[in-house]
């Protein structure tokens, strides 16, 4: 079930028309817009007979409509995109830990939170993209983002982005707050243009000449080497790319993951929905079906991903990066960053 706008209200107000415990039944909120994401949940009732019940839409409404539900909340799964967005559903005390031998020996480390309650399942690497014919020689690394040298070149998104939040929070976790400011500021100064639109518009934005350097995550220039994405597809050969910070941290990574609903009625098939994502089947697809990177290390990547080549991720504890979100946006609001 997907919610439009109008009608989100009108489920929030009637809640109790989706079922709470139901044996063989999982309530997923879903802030992960992707149609693809279809076979995922398909295949997991096909393997465990559990019917998944879901309710999509953007991630702070269902969080706010988590909190107003209380423990009355039929909730068992939230699973949205972005570091920040899961601290967020942590911090409003919307999940709950989870003790699960298989999800501790799939998913590494940093791409858990330290309590469990959430779990990373699928990557994107926020990456930096530059106009081939123009660029000689482009930042390879986040810090050179601020260099005098691009002033003027570089399209990103606004401060909002939780993508953007993540990225600046991961480096006040690397180089610490003082020089996470010149940095937010420099890249203030460097912008060809006010930030507007997703980070398929910053590549339009390199092929249509508008700005010669682009801050996006992966999966988005991977679609666009997979099918005809508008704007970009069609010369996409103008656009070369760069995994920053090869010969120190790695490239940034951002999650997808989930977790375990606080009041969860149906507990146990919660649980079991999350260790199925951890399965290979599961983060095959996740590549495959949107060109992601997969959680768990050894699964095979889809063409497209593949295509971007090997590099080096930044394998910082994200759970420790989480806890930075609220310095980078006090940062951007100093720096006048929209």
């Known amino acids: ?68 539900e209380g423990a009355n909340s039929p909730a068992d799964v939230m699973i949205t995109v972005d570091t920040s967005r899961l601290a967020r559903a942590k911090n409003m005390g919307l999940l709950q830990s989870v003790d699960s031998d298989i999800l501790e020996d799939r998913i590494p480390a940093n791409l858990q939170d330290h309590d469990n309650q959430w779990f990373g399942f699928s990557q994107r690497s926020r990456i930096i993209f530059y106009a081939k014919d123009s660029v000689d020689t482009p930042p390879m690394t986040y810090l050179e983002l601020a260099d005098p040298a ?14 953007n939040q993540t990225l600046l929070a991961a480096i006040v976790t690397h180089h610490g707050e003082e020089e996470a400011t010149a940095w937010a500021q420099g890249v203030v100064d460097n912008m060809a243009r006010a930030p507007q639109g997703g980070d398929t518009d910053q590549l339009r934005g390199i092929v249509s000449g508008e700005c010669e350097i682009a801050v996006s995550n992966t999966y988005y220039f991977a679609r666009a ?52 994502l951890s399965s290979d089947s599961a983060q095959a697809y996740f590549s495959a079906g949107n060109d992601e990177f997969p959680a768990v290390k050894g699964v095979e990547l889809a063409e497209s991903v593949a295509k971007l080549g090997e590099f080096k991720a930044d394998e910082v504890n994200l759970s420790e990066v989480a806890e930075n979100i609220p310095t980078a946006q006090k940062i951007f609001d100093a720096v006048g960053w929209e």
Not at 5 to 16: E, H, Q, T
Not at 34 to 61: C, H, P, V
Not at 150 to 163: D, P
Not at 251 to 275: C, I, Q, T
């Open 1 to 68: 079930m997907t919610l439009t706008k109008p009608a989100f209200a009108a489920v929030l107000l009637a809640s109790v028309a989706m079922p709470a415990f139901a044996e063989g039944q999982l309530n997923l909120y879903s802030s992960r817009h992707y149609d693809t994401d279809e076979k995922l949940y398909s295949d997991f009732t096909d393997q465990t007979g559990i019917t998944i019940n879901r309710i999509e839409g953007k991630a702070d409404e269902l969080l706010a409509r988590m909190q107003a």
């Open 150 to 163: 691009y002033k003027g070149k570089v399209c990103i998104r606004s401060s909002s982005n939780s993508y």
């Open 225 to 276: 080497l997979r099918t005809d994405v508008s704007g970009v597809s069609a010369e996409i050969d103008k656009i070369g790319w760069v995994f920053p910070d090869q010969d120190g941290t790695g490239a940034h990574m951002n999650l997808s993951g989930a977790g375990v609903a606080v009041n969860a009625p149906n507990r146990d098939n919660a649980v079991k929905f999350l260790e199925y």
